[in-house]
């Protein structure tokens, strides 16, 4: 992988945020087509009481590494840390937007590590995942 | 055949018949370019991973979300928490696997969780990623909710 020169990464910089649209087939591909779950088998997911089939709020963490390798290159898969919690469930036919704000900016080990504030929404302006997303910069 | 073989008893996942120390293990993984593509297409994904010849970082993370599914029986669940650390990157043709150990079990507000450590590895057993996820155990009887993977 090359090295990719340092970003501008200021405190405070909002990110480019993006939008998801969560259809039942991209579900299906990431977490597998299977009876009795409430990912992939609708009438399933209503018997446990929700309105049709839920999104993994793995794929998130997809949303925001996509976010972190934008900002720093794929070498955040070296170094590179995510905590999330996902806080509200996201359904199929949903329009997510994956939201960050660089928060710190600390020293480590010679390098600059870059802390982002990451959140998603869905179309309502609800949170359904937040945490916090580093990596290195040379 | 000579040697005699021990089986492995699946239980019902409670916060009761789990046991804090357990570890898990996943099947090998080997990572072909049709698992880039595919969690390219589910997370519309269009950095040019495979002609990097490398992994979206998060490639796995289901095999650790499913370690609990190698020892118990798992009516339902809600992932509420994912840590990642990225160590190293996953290569294409890389074989890999999945560590876990149960780390801690509480119950909040009511409701069971269960906290697991995991290391995904490649097939010297370099760590790649490690983690940690907590997910919310919704036995059988009063499952009304969650992910039932």
Not at chain 1, 9 to 30: C, N
Not at chain 1, 72 to 80: C, I, K, Q, V, Y
Not at chain 2, 97 to 112: F, L, N, W
Request: hydrophobic share 40%; charged share 25%; proline share 5%.
């Amino acid at each position: 992988m090359a090295t990719r020169v340092e970003p501008k990464i200021a405190v405070g910089e909002t990110l480019p945020s993006f939008v998801k649209d969560i259809s039942q087939r991209r579900i299906d591909v990431y977490s597998g087509v299977k009876p009795n779950s409430i990912h992939s088998d609708e009438a399933w997911a209503r018997k446990k009481g929700f309105s049709t089939c839920l999104a993994q709020g793995m794929m998130s963490t997809a949303y925001v590494s996509q976010m972190m390798v934008k900002l720093l290159g794929p070498d955040f898969a070296r170094g590179g840390t995510m905590s999330m919690a996902f806080i509200k469930p996201v359904y199929a036919g949903d329009r997510l937007s994956v939201h960050g704000v660089i928060k710190d900016r600390q020293s480590d080990n010679g390098a600059t590590r870059v802390v982002v504030e990451v959140w998603v929404e869905n179309q309502h302006g609800d949170k359904t995942a937040v945490g916090h997303a580093t990596g290195l910069v040379s | 055949m000579g040697q005699s073989r021990t089986l492995v008893e699946f239980k019902k996942l409670t916060l009761d018949s789990l046991r804090v120390g357990e570890e898990f293990v996943s099947d090998d993984h080997l990572v072909i370019p049709e698992d880039i593509a595919a969690h390219a297409f589910a997370v519309e994904d269009d950095h040019p991973w495979l002609a990097e010849g490398v992994a979206p970082p998060t490639l796995m993370a289901n095999q650790a979300l499913h370690l609990r599914h190698s020892r118990y029986i798992v009516h339902a669940g809600l992932h509420a928490r994912m840590e990642f650390n990225f160590l190293e990157p996953i290569r294409l043709g890389m074989r890999v696997r999945t560590r876990g150990k149960v780390v801690d079990k509480y119950e909040r507000r009511g409701k069971p969780y269960m906290v697991t450590e995991y290391v995904t590895e490649d097939e010297t057993g370099r760590a790649l990623v490690r983690g940690q996820f907590t997910q919310m155990i919704i036995p059988e009887p009063e499952a009304s909710h969650g992910h039932a993977r």
